[in-house]
């Protein structure tokens, strides 16, 4: 993008400050990202470039790049614009020049910007703006004295008093387009502002879930993310109002505001004729103009970055899902819980392909629990299945029992069963790429096939939902959608990158997500490859339609060719490092095949005496690093979590129990726990450790297997109190309710319940929060 230098090392120093670094790194980037480099690619295979920017800084530099440039487009209109109305000064070009943020450049542009005709404008035109100067620069005058010599029928002045209106509409206007102004009160009430939220007359049956916020009051700076969106919530289904008090004594935070106006604009009262008027005045423009506008603005910047935080949590949590331990090739059984409609069957071999499928009615009403005993032991004999996926819905729990059973009467299969989250397999069965993938399979089936892959390799699944529909976000309808994608999609990219993708097994949904290719590049890949068998070498991807030398050099370091003419191809080794490496073999005198995976003799060699202009020691202690354990999974060690035996239901939970469970979620309140019970638990953050957490990421992560303690069990809301805080007793009682009610509702349902403060007494607010939250999820 061809830009200004002076504002591009504007925009360069800005973001140095960001994500500390060199305006020179950031320079480099911006280089690099312009000229159609990915994130990940930069991030890996460019570190002499940018100085080592990893992919978090990268990211952030991403986005500020593109706020910043939006910046300097909406300057450079904004100059246009007055200079066009002959009205930019020296001193208004600096200011402009200086607006470091949207909101600053809105505010100098306020007087200038084009609009219809005001109070003011019409007051201006029946030449009543001298009458506004005359009484603001000198109050002894008598308003109504002044006024009357502006009485002018034909200019539709029709008395005095219509004449005072005019100047006061006149002055009212010029004060709330005071830039200074309303910098001024906008930072004052950022810090002093309390939002304030009262019910809705009329609503308190209706709006029951959110009755925590029916008379709830918090300054403004201090509402977290999540509470924020809750309240956001409530006021968009007309529950509650919200307003924006300046201060706790509102009428000492509006006296403090007008004193604010009255002291920048020159009004005292000083018991002169016009003061009374001029003070009037005052009060009018804070309360009718300046106070609405700035607390729809302060709402407005709380929401955004409300929004961005709740973007944040739920790009960390599909990060850490994406990223959970892969069972790795063998053959898995995967399992649909249903009553009525029965359980879905399909076992994949380990290369996922799906070689059986079948549907059992082991539950009520059929209750044909030998035959689909016998049904599943056929199966797993025949298909030498090692792991049995059950997906965490409706029966969940019945069908975990079944497969129990069949491991308990068939030792010999040597059988392990894991309950996985079956979140987004819906939506993947009724999706454009399932129906390509299985066009003669029932939808129902579709899911039992997605439930088994997710065990083997969670990220080449779970890439074929949208990342939206797979339930890991805090508020996520709460949000800004495109936003949403935007930030869902770029951590999508950088776990796959991350992980590597072989392009002779992988689907077409995952080559997509690998840095540089296209939907239509990664369908051509699989054309390819189904046209002429399996790839043998990196370089055979250039014969691919629309995969020229610029999309290889983006993808390449990423795909793996395994067993095939190149070893290197199998590594994280980018090609066009080969050279350096052959360099390396040449001096152990050994074949690349031998030296891959040698440590003794790789870490023989000086990476230094391997550096050139164009690789430096970064990239050639990471080429070193990745010989020697090639391809190597940046995943953990595949676990599973154990469920208690004979506590299937909440009705089985009692207080004191420890059990092992899985993170399914987590939010900026706590983490939500499976402990199978068709009903996740709360951990609430004051219960996550036996210090202070400020943030639930700090010791837990989505797919975690932990032990926690029941704290408390509510039935009738369905909330379930747990702690990891072994030590821990009964929680403190609420405000107004049970002890420790938390929870989260019917995964069928996607219903979650509000969380619970095990140890300390809560916000107020948290339980509609978290209720509201699980809806969120859920819907």
């Not at 029946?126 to 109504?144: K, M, Q, Y």
């Not at 005071?178 to 007359?201: F, I, K, Y």
């Not at 869902?488 to 997509?512: F, H, I, K, Q, Y």
Request: glycine content about 8%; proline content about 6%; hydrophobic content about 40%.
């Amino acid at each position: 993008m061809s830009q200004n230098p002076t504002v591009a090392a504007r925009i360069a120093r800005r973001i140095a400050e960001d994500i500390a670094a060199k305006p020179d790194q950031v320079n480099a980037a911006v280089e690099l990202l312009d000229g159609g480099a990915t994130v990940p690619f930069i991030a890996r295979y460019r570190k002499e470039v940018t100085g080592g920017l990893d992919d978090t800084q990268l990211r952030t530099l991403e986005e500020r790049l593109t706020y910043l440039r939006e910046l300097e487009d909406r300057r450079a209109a904004i100059l246009a614009s007055i200079d066009e109305q002959g009205k930019l000064d020296d001193a208004l070009r600096g200011e402009i020049e200086n607006a470091d943020s949207k909101a600053r450049l809105e505010d100098l542009y306020l007087p200038y910007k084009p609009k219809r005709r005001t109070r003011a404008q019409i007051a201006r035109e029946a030449g009543l703006e001298p009458l506004a100067d005359a009484l603001l620069g000198d109050p002894s005058l008598s308003p109504e004295d002044c006024a009357a010599r502006y009485v002018d029928a034909d200019k539709g002045v029709a008395d005095a008093k219509a004449a005072l209106d005019g100047a006061r509409a006149i002055l009212l206007e010029r004060w709330s387009e005071d830039a200074t102004l309303l910098g001024d009160l906008r930072q004052w009430l950022s810090q002093t502002g309390v939002a304030r939220a009262r019910v809705v007359e009329g609503k308190q049956q209706e709006g029951a879930k959110y009755s925590d916020y029916f008379d709830h009051a918090e300054p403004l700076a201090q509402i977290p993310s999540h509470r924020m969106l809750a309240l956001l919530r409530a006021r968009r289904e007309e529950i509650i109002s919200l307003d924006l008090d300046p201060g706790n004594d509102p009428d000492a935070g509006h006296a403090q505001a007008e004193a604010r106006i009255a002291q920048r604009v020159g009004v005292s009262d000083q018991g002169r004729p016009a003061d009374r008027w001029l003070r009037d005045s005052v009060r009018l423009c804070w309360k009718a103009r300046l106070h609405m506008t700035l607390s729809l603005d302060l709402i407005g910047a709380a929401r955004e970055k409300a929004e961005a935080e709740a973007i944040n949590v739920f790009g960390d949590n599909l990060k850490d899902l994406l990223l959970a331990a892969p069972a790795g090739s063998r053959a898995v059984m995967g399992l649909d819980p249903g009553l009525r409609t029965g359980v879905k069957v399909a076992v994949v071999d380990g290369t996922g392909k799906l070689v059986a499928t079948d549907t059992i009615y082991p539950h009520e009403p059929k209750r044909q629990w030998d035959a689909s005993i016998s049904a599943l032991r056929r199966l797993c004999s025949e298909h030498a299945v090692e792991l049995i996926a059950i997906g965490n819905g409706t029966a969940s729990r019945e069908t975990d029992k079944l497969a129990g059973e069949l491991m308990k009467k068939h030792p010999e299969l040597k059988l392990q069963k894991i309950v996985v989250s079956e979140a987004g397999a819906s939506v993947y069965s009724a999706s454009a790429l399932a129906a390509a993938e299985f066009p003669n399979l029932d939808v129902s089936l579709r899911g039992a096939v997605s439930i088994a892959r997710r065990l083997q390799d969670p990220l080449a699944e779970l890439v074929k939902i949208e990342p939206k529909a797979i339930g890991v976000g805090q508020y996520q309808h709460d949000v800004n959608p495109f936003a949403l994608a935007r930030a869902l999609d770029a951590r999508v990219e950088d776990c796959v990158n991350a992980v590597g993708v072989e392009v002779n097994t992988a689907s077409s949904a995952l080559l997509a997500r690998v840095a540089g290719l296209s939907g239509t590049v990664a369908e051509n890949i699989v054309a390819h490859r189904d046209a002429n068998g399996p790839f043998r070498s990196r370089r055979e991807l250039l014969k691919v339609p629309r995969l020229g030398e610029k999309t290889f050099e983006q993808c390449a370091g990423f795909l793996r060719i395994r067993e095939g003419d190149e070893p290197l191809d199998a590594s994280s080794v980018h090609p066009e490092a080969y050279p350096l490496v052959e360099r390396m073999v040449k001096d152990c005198g050994k074949p690349v095949r031998a030296l891959i995976g040698d440590a003794a003799a790789l870490r023989g060699l000086k990476p230094e005496r391997y550096t050139d202009e164009r690789f430096g020691l970064p990239t050639v202690r990471d080429i070193l690093k990745e010989l020697e354990k090639p391809g190597r999974d940046p995943r953990p060690a595949f676990q599973a979590a154990r469920f208690a035996d004979g506590v299937e239901d909440m009705k089985d939970l009692r207080p004191g129990m420890v059990l092992e469970g899985v993170v399914t979620n987590v939010a900026a309140f706590g983490a939500f726990v499976d402990i199978g019970v068709h009903q996740d638990g709360l951990v609430h953050i004051s219960a996550l450790a036996d210090r202070f957490v400020k943030d639930p990421r700090e010791v837990v992560k989505v797919g975690d297997i932990v032990k926690v303690k029941v704290l408390d069990v509510d039935l009738a809301r369905k909330r379930i109190a747990l702690t990891r805080r072994l030590d821990d007793s009964e929680p403190a009682p609420r405000r107004g309710e049970a002890p420790g009610a938390a929870g989260r509702g019917p995964r069928g349902a996607g219903a979650r319940g509000g969380p619970s403060r095990p140890t300390s007494q809560p916000a107020p607010a948290d339980n509609a929060l978290a209720a509201a939250f699980a809806r969120a999820r859920g819907s």
